[in-house]
Structure formats: C-alpha cells, structure tokens
C-alpha cells in the first residue's frame, strides 16, 4: 500500500513540474506529424501515442519506487517457509522400501476391489432367489386362484343345467298332463 502512495504522489510531483503552458500549447496547437520520441523528466517518461486524429494522447510512464532512490534496500525474499526444502538424494534401501510399501497398498487395494465384488456378487444372489421365489409364489397363488374361479364356474354351470333340466321335466310333465286331459274330454265328448 505505501508503494501505490508514494507512486501516486510522485506522479502528483511532475504534473506540477512540468508547465502549464506547455500542455495548453500543445492542446490550441497540435502538430500535424507527431513526435515519435520520448521524453524524459528525471523518473517519468512520456511517450506520445499516434492513435488519435482529433487531438494528442501520451502514455506517461512512472518508474518503480525502487528505480527512484539507488540507497533503498533490495526486497525481502521469500520465507523460509514458502520455498522447497533442497531435494536430498534417496538410497537404494529406502527406494526398496517405497516400492514394497506401495507393492503392498497395491495387493490390499486389490483385495479390497475383490471382497466388495464378491459382496455384490452375493447380494446380487439373494436379490435374485428372492424375486424367484416371490415369482413362484406368485405363480402358485395364481394358479389356485384361477383353479378355484374354474371349480366355481363349473359347480354354476351345473347347477344351471340342472334348474334346466328340471324344467324341461316340468313342462314334459305339465305337456303330458294337458294331453291327458284332451283325451279324456274327446273320449267324454265324442
């Protein structure tokens, strides 16, 4: 924060110094070809940029506080705590032991993948025998049920049959009384 200040008062500085006049001149009277060097003013340097027609635009650039005073000390570096520790050499035993240790993590990571297959495996199983038998069962209460609607359905229809038949005997038997007594009133009559 104390650079961004000390930038913007040193900028503040050579406003001031530089003339008045000099910059309303430039504005009532531009140059038709615009310079195409810069200029320098102890720690500022203005550099005029040819991107308008209208008028003059300049791209002032501040040097950096630590360009300004040669007697200021040089930056920190960075803590300790930010920088890699140096790298040190590993010996064969120890690089025998990453090995085997991660050999080892391999083998149990492995065997970890096959128990969880083999619980789902298993799990897979009693999903399955489960539905089967619930399938089954299923089945079978069907089949009684549609075996019971059959048994009911057949005892309807002879029953049915039956109340048809009787009537049948009813009417032979109501025809034959009726025939009767036509024959007895002819032979009565005649």
Do not use: W
């Given at each position: 924060m104390?650079?961004v200040?000390?930038?913007?008062?040193?900028?503040?500085?050579?406003?001031?110094?530089?003339?008045?006049?000099?910059l309303?001149?430039?504005?009532l009277?531009?140059?038709?070809?615009?310079?195409?060097?810069?200029?320098?003013?102890?720690?500022?340097?203005?550099?005029?940029i040819n991107k308008?027609?209208?008028g003059?635009?300049f791209?002032?650039?501040?040097?950096?506080?630590?360009?300004?005073?040669?007697?200021?000390?040089s930056?920190?570096?960075?803590?300790?705590?930010?920088t890699?520790?140096?790298k040190?050499d590993?010996s064969?035993?120890?690089?025998q032991?990453?090995?085997?240790a991660?050999?080892?993590?391999?083998k149990?990571?492995?065997?970890?993948?096959?128990?969880?297959?083999?619980?789902?495996?298993?799990?897979?199983?009693?999903?399955?025998?489960k539905?089967?038998?619930?399938?089954?069962?299923f089945s079978?209460?069907?089949?009684?049920?549609?075996?019971?609607?059959m048994?009911?359905?057949?005892?309807?229809?002879?029953?049915?049959?039956n109340?048809?038949?009787?009537?049948?005997?009813?009417?032979?038997?109501?025809?034959?009384?009726v025939?009767?007594?036509?024959?007895?009133?002819?032979?009565?009559?005649?």
């Open positions: 104390k650079t200040k000390t930038v913007k008062t040193a900028y503040t500085e050579k406003i001031k110094e530089m003339s008045m006049m000099s309303i001149c430039s504005c009277y531009p140059q038709t070809s615009y310079p195409t060097t810069n200029y320098q003013f102890g720690d500022l340097e203005v550099k005029p308008r027609l209208s003059q635009s791209e002032v650039i501040l040097k950096s506080p630590t360009d300004l005073s040669p007697d200021r000390p930056p920190l570096a960075s803590p300790p705590a930010l890699s520790p140096p040190r590993i064969l035993d120890e690089l032991g990453r090995l085997e991660a050999e080892e993590r391999r149990s990571q492995e065997a970890q993948v096959l128990r969880h297959l083999a619980e789902r495996r298993e799990h897979e199983k009693e999903v399955l025998h539905a089967m038998e619930e399938n089954n069962n079978k209460m069907a089949e009684e049920k549609l075996n019971s609607k048994e009911a359905k057949k005892a309807n229809r002879e029953a049915y049959l109340s048809l038949k009787q009537r049948l005997r009813e009417k032979e038997m109501h025809a034959a009384e025939r009767r007594n036509k024959e007895l009133q002819a032979d009565l009559s005649g």
